[in-house]
């Protein structure tokens, strides 16, 4: 039975609606329409003269090469991470729902990961990886690789990569997990009586049938490496060296923070906006028109 | 030959649960085996094992000459249909049915011929394209049929298949499956915790409770000659009507003969009682009711009748036309052939008159 709430006069329904409608204008909207304006103005370093100036921020910014090498940085970054990290948490979301004896315990220790803060993660990694310090990097300098990601660009990016993908791994984890219990045993049972072996019943029946889940968690995997890695590019890398590590979220913040680029920066997260737009508006399409098979 | 053997068969579960104990039965190519009983009697766990879905703690299963104990279900060349027909909802009706011939590598003309025929047989063949979650309840259990006949399997096995469906439907559904194994000849194993399925279906009907066979036979065999008083309340309906018999008289029950022992328990079925009028002496067995209840089903009616006037209570089935109201008192008389003893402690059938 549908419960039907019906209010006596208008007003109420908006008073309990306000302390929402509150925090959305007050910390979303409202930045958001600040970030829309200043993007239109041309602001110099001291903060002394703004200019209202149109599109030019737009197209300094797309006329810039700088720009399109972060986004390019930015999609290798994104691809990479969001496919070891899809594919290491199935593997081991598949491993855990096979596990009898402490099937538990491993839920937990994967599951941990995820409390841990992003920039807290990026320091570990800093610290394990760090040249001069760190016990990888010793181990690896001793084995006689040249282990040094302040100084080349490749392993800066493997290093972030790394810690980004192993901080999400835990959130896919448990989705999987979720999506794997909810295949019905006895469609697994059947596809085995119908003589399909382990691994061809997983490629056959398990990931079709993850697929809604898959699909869910590449959108909110791409939606992380974009926006939610910032603190661990901070705290490792620093977004260098010469920039290998710049994604288009630490460019906003490098142009406009550190570079004093107001109106640039601005114009920046203007585009990363629409493209979480975009990416939230393609999540909500797929998931109006539920699960597809 | 595809005959099943279960030779002592046994499962128990991790922290000692016995789920199935000492099972053995015989079942000849071909032949309908029914596996029936209340839920939590093994019943369902037997079948996973002969399936290869649970393992075997003791006991051997052989298919054929082969024992399968240590075989994948993949296998142990049988078909299975489940109780909410597990169909892979991602495939079309058709790669359904062509899966299991895909994984074996069946060359893709003879997959088109054996699908095209199950369709046909099965009536299937305007909805082959369509998912499982276009398909109402009946056709989705038809799926799982065709499924397991495109196969062709040395064996079937049906997990409670009907239970998911309506009451009308299952009855269409039971007399299509009995058809289709017998055209088929296909030796097969079927679960059901309803005996009018049990009964109808079966060619070896096995009773299970707690883990052990009860009985075992042909359907008649178990209705004429149950062996236990759960036998007897189970097979049936409306069930047999048991009275304990206490050493002295009882109220409103009269009875020529019974077999010695302190705690007896009369079995007669319902049908077995036949109104007769007050002053008839001379039968065999006689009891006195007091009509509480009426239930009339058309071509006959039950009356629920409390013997002598008070407490047990006995169930009689009469013609449809009978005008017998509640509230009144009848004589209901029994054959002597159709009275049933069973030792009260044990709950085993007495022999012998």
């Known amino acids: 039975m549908e419960k039907r709430v019906t209010f006596n006069g208008k007003l109420l329904p908006y008073v309990l609606l306000l302390p929402q409608l509150l925090v959305t204008i007050i910390f979303f909207y409202w930045p958001a329409m600040q970030a829309v304006w200043q993007s239109f103005l041309i602001e110099d370093a001291f903060g002394t003269s703004t200019q209202f100036v149109w599109f030019e921020n737009y197209q300094l910014l797309l006329s810039n090469p700088d720009y399109y090498r972060t986004l390019g940085t930015t999609l290798v970054f994104s691809s990479i991470v969001a496919f070891f990290a899809l594919s290491l948490s ?37 610290f394990m990886f760090q040249p001069s310090l760190g016990l990888v990097s010793k181990a690896l300098q001793a084995a006689g690789y040249d282990w040094n990601p302040l100084l080349n660009s490749g392993q800066a990016m493997a290093l972030v990569i790394m810690a980004a993908t192993w901080k999400q791994i835990s959130y896919n984890f448990l989705f999987f997990l979720a999506g794997l219990q909810s295949i019905p045993k006895s469609v697994i049972e059947a596809s085995a009586i119908d003589g399909a072996s382990p691994t061809r019943r997983f490629w056959t029946i398990v990931f079709p049938l993850l697929s809604p889940t898959t699909f869910f968690l590449l959108v909110i995997n791409v939606v992380y490496v974009f926006f939610d890695t910032f603190g661990i590019i901070d705290a490792t890398t620093g977004g260098g060296p ?52 | 030959m595809n005959n099943v053997h279960l030779r002592h068969v046994g499962k128990v579960y991790a922290g000692n649960v016995e789920a199935v104990r000492d099972v053995s039965i015989e079942i000849d190519d071909g032949q309908f085996c029914v596996l029936v ?22 006991g051997e299963i052989a298919i054929g000459d082969t024992v399968v104990n240590d075989k994948d279900p993949s296998e142990r060349d049988i078909a299975m249909v489940f109780q909410n027909y597990a169909l892979y909802p991602h495939m079309s009706v058709y790669d359904n049915m062509a899966y299991g011939l895909r994984n074996r590598g069946t060359p893709k003309a003879e997959i088109e011929t054996r699908v095209q025929e199950a369709a046909r047989i099965l009536e299937l063949g305007a909805l082959l394209e369509r998912k499982p979650k276009a398909l109402s309840g009946g056709q989705r259990q ?58 109808t279906l079966a060619d070896v009907l096995v009773v ?38 206490t050493g002295g008289d009882m109220p409103g ?43 009339a089903v058309g071509a006959e009616s039950y009356l629920y009748g409390a013997l002598g006037g008070a407490g047990q209570e006995v169930i009689v089935r009469v013609n449809g036309s009978s005008t017998v109201a509640a509230g009144e008192t009848v004589r209901v008389t029994a054959s002597a052939r159709h009275l049933h003893f069973f030792d009260g402690a044990s709950g085993q059938r007495i022999d012998g008159e």
């Not at chain 1, 585009?271 to 990416?279: D, K, P, Q, S």
């Not at chain 2, 049906?158 to 055209?183: G, H, T, W, Y």
């Not at chain 2, 008649?220 to 236990?228: A, D, G, I, V």
């Open chain 2, 37 to 58: 009983g209340p839920s939590g009697c093994g019943k369902s766990t037997l079948l996973r094992m002969v399936a290869g879905l649970e393992t075997i703690t003791s």
């Open chain 2, 253 to 295: 029950l009269s009875l020529f003969s019974r077999p010695q022992g302190e705690k007896i328990v009369l079995g007669v079925r319902p049908e077995h009682l036949e109104l007769s009028s007050p002053g008839n002496e001379g039968h065999p067995l006689a009891l006195d009711l007091l009509v509480t209840a009426t239930e």
């Open chain 1, 90 to 126: 199935l593997l081991f979301a598949v491993q855990a729902d096979k596990a009898i004896k402490f099937a538990s315990g491993y839920k937990t220790l994967l599951i941990w990961p995820y409390a841990v803060a992003p920039a807290i993660a990026g320091v570990l990694w800093l």
């Open chain 1, 242 to 293: 010469a920039k290998a590590t710049e994604t288009l979220v630490y460019k906003v913040y490098h142009d406009g923070k550190l570079g004093g680029d107001l109106g640039g920066s601005a114009a920046q997260s203007v585009i990363l906006m629409v493209m979480v737009i975009a990416l939230t508006a393609i999540q909500f399409r797929y998931i109006e028109r539920k699960v597809e098979y």
């Open chain 2, 142 to 199: 038809r799926v799982a049929m065709g499924r397991a006949i495109v196969r062709k399997p040395r064996v079937f096995l049906f997990d409670e298949p009907l239970s998911n469906l309506d009451a009308k439907l299952r009855i269409q559904m039971r007399v299509e499956i009995k058809k289709l194994q017998r055209s088929l000849g296909i030796t097969s194993i079927y679960v059901t915790h309803d005996q009018l399925e049990a009964m």
């Open chain 2, 208 to 245: 299970m409770n707690k883990g052990r066979v009860e009985q075992s036979g042909s359907p008649m065999s178990l209705y004429e000659r149950p062996k236990t008083t759960f036998v007897a309340s189970f097979i049936g309906a409306p069930p047999m009507n048991l009275l304990p018999l």
